[in-house]
């Protein structure tokens, strides 16, 4: 898919001079990684606010420690 993108110049310009040396395949291949990467990295931070929040939860921590407890014997059963 074709889409069109206002770059800062010296974004651009670095950008261009990976693809010349041989760095970097194409300078789409370039902007497709870099999305990948923040797409990646944007999951990983709304997970982890996600977790945060959960621990403050005290419905979801009590849950938490009702599981814990029981498994607590099959944890040991495990461990023998």
């Known amino acids: ?14 950008a261009r ?3 010349k040396t ?7 291949a370039f902007v497709e990684r870099s999305i990948r990467e923040e ?3 944007m ?4 997970i ?3 977790l945060l929040s959960a621990g403050s939860d005290p419905l979801f921590m009590a849950d938490v420690r009702e599981i814990n407890q029981a498994f607590e014997h099959a944890d040991l059963d495990a461990a023998l």
């Open 43 to 46: 999951r990983q931070e709304k």
């Open 22 to 28: 041989n760095q970097i395949k194409s300078l789409s």
């Open 48 to 50: 982890r606010t996600a």
């Open 1 to 14: 898919m074709k889409a069109t993108f206002a770059i800062d110049d010296r974004v651009l310009q670095e």
């Open 17 to 19: 001079d990976f693809v």
């Open 39 to 41: 797409l990646a990295r």
